[in-house]
C-alpha cells in the first residue's frame, strides 16, 4: 500500500519563522522516504496540504500539484517494475538531469534551493544564499541548467547593477530616489552563484560552469574614497543622549561600540563577553569574524566598556535595517552630512587609529582583514585628506595656482 502526504522540514533544520522545504513523504510498505519538492515556505503556509497565507500562493501551488504529480508518477513506476524506491534517482529524474551529467532545461533553482540547507555555512551566509534564489527568480533568465551560459552571467550582471536598494516609506513620501546596490553586494551574488555551480559540477550535473570563462571579470569594487567621521562629529554622536530604551538610543550605543572596537555589524551581533579575557587589567580577545572566519584582534576601551555596561555586558541587538534607519535619524539630528549606516563606524575606528599613529599592520589585525592592502585604502584616504588641507592654507594664504 502507497500513501503520500506534503510535509514541511521533516527534520526539523529550519529556525522559527524562515521558509524550509516542502517534502513529498511516500510510505510504502510501511517506510517512509522523504522527496524534496524543491520549494520552500514556512511552516505555517503550509497548511492540510495547500500552501496559504502568502502572496505567490496560487503560483507555488500551481507548481507544487506538478511537483508531486511527477514524483508519484516516478514512484509508481519503481513499484510496476518491482525496483526499490530510489530517492536521489527520482531526484534527478525530478530535476530531468541526464545520467551522463548532462541536462535538458531541468529546473537548476529547485536543485539549488534544496542544497543550500545542506551546506555548512554561518545562518547569516545561508540568509544571503536565500537572497541569491530570490533574486535569479526575479531575473528569471538563469532558473534551468539549459540556461547557463558566459551571455546570461554578463545579463545577470547588468540587471543587478540596476537594482534599488529598499527604502523607506519616509524616502518613498519625499521623492528621494533610492540608491543602486554596490559593487560589493553584487560581486557576493556572484560569489554564491559560482559555489553552487562548482558543487553541481562536484556531484556530476554539470561538466562546466561559465564562471571558468569569467575569472577577474567581476569585482568588490573598493571604494578608495572610504567616508568616515571627524573629530567633531564624533564628540556630537557621543553626547547625544536620546531617551533610554527607544531604537536610536539602542542605534547610537551600537555606533559608540562600533567606533571603539572596529568591530563590523555582523561581529557585534555575534558579540560575547566570554571571549574576553582580563589581562593586565585589560579585557582582550583573539576571535574570528563572522563572514570572513579571518582572526582579529580585540581590546574593549573604556568607551565601549560603558555601553556593555549598559546593557548587561551585552551589545545591543538590532536588526540591521532598523540600525540604519535609526543612524538616519541620528544623522539628521545632529545635522551630520555624511551618510551614517552601520560600517561608517568601522572606517571611522580605523582611520583615527591610523590618524592617531597606530601602526597599520596592527590596524590590519584589529579589523580582522585578510592582507594589509585593504587597511591602506584607510591610509590613502588620510594622505588624501592632508593634501586638501594643504590645499585650503594655500588657497587661504593667496598662494594657490
Known sequence: MITTALVFDHRGRTKPGQEGPIELRVTYNRKPYYINTGIKVRGRELYDGRITGRRDALVLQDRLDIVVEKIERAVTACIEKGLEINVAAIRSQLYNLGASGGCDGGDMLAWMEEQVPMLKIKETTRRRYDVLMSRLREFGKLTAWSDLSVENIYLFDTWLHGLRRPSSNGDVQAGRV????????????????????????KFGIIKTSPYSRLRGEFSRGVNENV??????????VESLRPMEGTQVAMARDLFVFQMYT????????????????????????????VKTGVPYVSQLLPQAIDVLERYGWQVPKMGNTQYNESLKVIQQALGIRTRMHSHLARHTFATRALSMGVKIENVSRMLGHTNITQTQRYAKVLAQSVMDDFDMMAEKTGGKR
Not at 568591530?263 to 566570554?274: C, G, P, R, V
Open 227 to 236: 567616508e568616515y567621521l571627524n573629530e567633531e562629529e564624533i564628540a556630537a
Open 178 to 201: 533610492r540608491e543602486a546596490i554596490g559593487d560589493a553586494t553584487v560581486f557576493n551574488y556572484h560569489k554564491s552563484l559560482k559555489s553552487l555551480l562548482n558543487r553541481a559540477i
Open 262 to 289: 572596529g568591530l563590523s555589524y555582523s561581529d557585534t551581533q555575534a558579540f560575547d563577553m566570554s571571549a574576553y579575557k582580563k589581562v593586565g587589567g585589560r579585557w582582550v580577545s583573539v576571535s574570528s569574524r
